[in-house]
């Protein structure tokens, strides 16, 4: 191959900067870093600016990397992140032969971040390292240049020969005062700790050489808790009408009335209004009947002495009227000729008082008074619905609920609902309907992720595609030691999440597996998406999914305080215990005739049982201890439903 220069091309992928170029602030940094970090070896020999559109983005790739002046490097700024208009990833593993490698005919691409400063520094940490590269991909003899070994291709490169990983972390650590790059430029470091590496298998290097032991330090159900409330972001406010939908949110302000309730003058009775005065007895004997007042709106004309109206229970009063004397105290004298309509009523008492059987303006709620505080839910009783629309609310503040996607995994998961018997090794999908009415019934929109399969690529896509919909993912499967349990792998490896714990001591539910992954907005504001991953047995995954998915789903929404309602049981029967796990036993709690909570198991507790769950509305609180708790004795218990009566 020709000893010249190496040549790199740059594509800015921004629609802003292909309609202004002027905006533009990644294409100098990037060509400042190949030109004054090449070593001179680089010259940049075109750069495109082109919006951010799959078509757009492949057409100048396959233009550079299939013309006969071919560049070695293609650099591609912009549209990586997980907005829908971030199209590089996509559109570069498109086009490439290699995927792996980032190789298209003989040029390498990367695909570098669209901040400017995160493209400057991912470019200087790996330029020196990519002219040996350029070189394979075009051609160069590779034994020839292999020949010095390592330390004269680094030598070459203009790079240092690496120290141990130890002597690096020392060295780093106490030294923070030296520069030891060329030109003023530090050779590239780690700056991650190898304890905070990814843990997880990787799946490229097979069975043979999977952990044999889970490396995820175990960790309480209380430790594990904490991590999750750490982790799921803070309570976002949104507007939303007052509507039955806004049931179950939360108020993110203090909410006062609109106007007062009542807003006019009303009877509490149906009867008859009068004029009643202070220092004198009420109105007695015969009147005429000369309006009638429906609780229905409309103009009523004024009483005057003498006279009364008919009224009826929540209707408003004539102008005039100060009480309402009850239809019970009451006799007609006469009708109107068509005997349709009273014309005369004989008022029996005179003990009725001014206000009397009135609700004076304001007496429930005066306009302007503070109704409901922030941090108040708004329950599914009705209750505070009905106090925002009576005080003439069209709208508040409140906390958005997240979206929840709930998906599967397995080779040998098939739809509940498929047709024809099951194939040998098939399994009926019981987790996702179970989780997605779960998930329902506690107030939360709910999307069907699906079933997605055993292989590396087809997981990492679906859950790239489900993290552009929803803000929890809850999967199930894939989270245990086989090299098939993929959830972990693809978090770390393919997603750049982190797992915050990857195993929890209890009974069952021991791999539950949560993480959060960092990805940008539809509108480019970073965010974090949560991910359950919990395991497949039907037990496990409903009882973890109570447990840890539930509580994360109020934080996030601003409900205080988390988690399922916990309650005093006395045993029914005698409940042995698990020496080394606590237990989280489904049981069914009653409400017995001595005012006592009582509560029996559903019986056989293995994970795998999904009869356990039948019934069950309570997760008995169980110690790890060697004895059994006998009958009658008292213990914790989680209500998960509604209590039942003996």
């Known amino acids: 191959m020709s000893h010249g220069k190496l040549k790199a091309a740059i594509l800015i992928v921004s629609d802003t900067a292909s309609q202004d170029p002027s905006t533009d602030k990644a294409g100098p940094l990037l060509q400042d870093v190949i030109t004054s970090e090449g070593g001179d070896q680089w010259a940049v020999s075109d750069q495109q600016i082109v919006s951010d559109d799959v078509l757009a983005i492949q057409r100048q790739v396959t233009r550079w990397s299939d013309g006969n002046d071919h560049p070695n490097l293609i650099i591609t700024t912009g549209g990586t992140g997980f907005t829908g208009k971030d199209n590089t990833p996509e559109a570069i593993i498109a086009v490439m032969s290699r995927p792996v490698a980032g190789v298209r005919n003989k040029s390498i691409i990367v695909t570098l971040p669209g901040s400017p400063k995160g493209a400057k520094e991912n470019l200087s ?145 149906d009867g008859y209004a009068i004029i009643v005065h202070d220092d004198a007895p009420s109105p007695k004997g015969t009147f005429p009947v000369v309006s009638v007042s429906h609780a229905s709106p409309g103009d009523i004309p004024p009483l005057r002495a003498g006279q009364i109206a008919r009224i009826t229970t929540g209707a408003p009063l004539p102008p005039g009227a100060t009480s309402v004397a009850m239809v019970e105290d009451t006799i007609i004298r006469s009708v109107t000729a068509d005997s349709q309509e009273e014309k005369e009523v004989e008022i029996l008492t005179d003990k ?69 018997s099951l194939r040998l090794g098939e399994v009926r999908d019981t987790n996702r309907p179970t989780i997605m009415a779960a998930v329902r019934g506690w107030g939360f929109e709910v999307m069907d992720l699906g079933i997605a399969t055993d292989k590396v690529g087809s997981l ?95 934080h996030f929404c601003g409900i205080h305080p988390v988690g399922l309602p916990k309650v005093q049981v006395a045993l029914e029967h005698d409940i042995p215990l698990d020496p080394k796990r606590p237990e989280y036993h489904r049981a069914i709690v009653t409400a017995g005739i001595d005012g006592f909570l009582h509560a029996s198991s559903t019986g056989g507790q293995r994970s795998s049982r999904v009869g356990s769950l039948k019934s069950a509305n309570a997760l008995l609180c169980l110690p790890a201890r060697e004895e059994s708790i006998a009958k009658g004795n008292q213990t914790q218990a989680l209500l998960m439903g509604r209590l039942l009566g003996l």
């Open 460 to 554: 990492e896509q679906t859950l790239r595609d489900s993290m552009r919909k929803v803000d929890v993912i809850v999967s199930t499967g894939g989270v245990s030691m086989g090299e098939l349990d993929l959830l972990k792998p693809t978090i770390e490896r393919s997603l750049g999440g982190t797992i915050h714990f990857g195993r929890v001591s209890m009974k069952p539910g021991k791999p539950t597996t949560f993480a959060t992954v960092p990805v940008k907005s539809n509108t480019g504001i970073p965010e974090t998406r949560l991910i359950f991953s919990l395991p497949g047995n039907p037990a496990s995954a409903i009882v973890t999914s109570h447990l840890f998915v539930l509580p994360s789903l109020q």
């Open 352 to 420: 009725i008082k001014p206000g009397e059987n009135v609700r004076e303006i304001g007496s429930d709620v005066k306009g302007n008074d503070m109704i409901l505080k922030k941090g108040t839910e708004i329950s599914t009783t009705g209750g505070e619905l009905g106090l925002l629309a009576s005080a003439g609310k069209r709208e508040v503040l409140v906390y958005r609920k997240p979206v929840v996607g709930v998906l599967s995994t397995g080779d040998e998961i098939v739809p509940h609902d498929r047709s024809g």
């Open 125 to 269: 940490s790996i330029l020196k390292q990519l002219s040996h590269a350029c070189k394979q991909a075009a051609g160069e003899d590779s034994r020839t240049a292999h020949a010095g070994g390592v330390k004269a291709l680094e030598q070459a490169a203009g790079l240092k020969a690496e120290q141990p990983v130890s002597d690096r972390q020392i060295h780093s650590h106490h030294h923070h005062h030296h520069s030891h790059g060329h030109g003023g430029h530090a050779v590239p470091r780690p700056h991650t700790d190898p304890k905070d590496l990814p843990k997880s298998n990787d799946p490229k290097r097979g069975p043979t050489q999977r952990y044999r032991e889970s490396p995820y330090p175990m960790k309480s159900v209380e430790e594990a808790l904490e991590l999750i409330f750490e982790n799921t972001p803070a309570p976002k406010q949104v507007k939303a009408p007052v509507e039955i939908e806004l049931g179950g949110h939360v108020l993110a302000e203090d909410v006062s009335a609109d106007e007062p309730v009542p807003a006019f003058r009303a009877s509490i009775v």
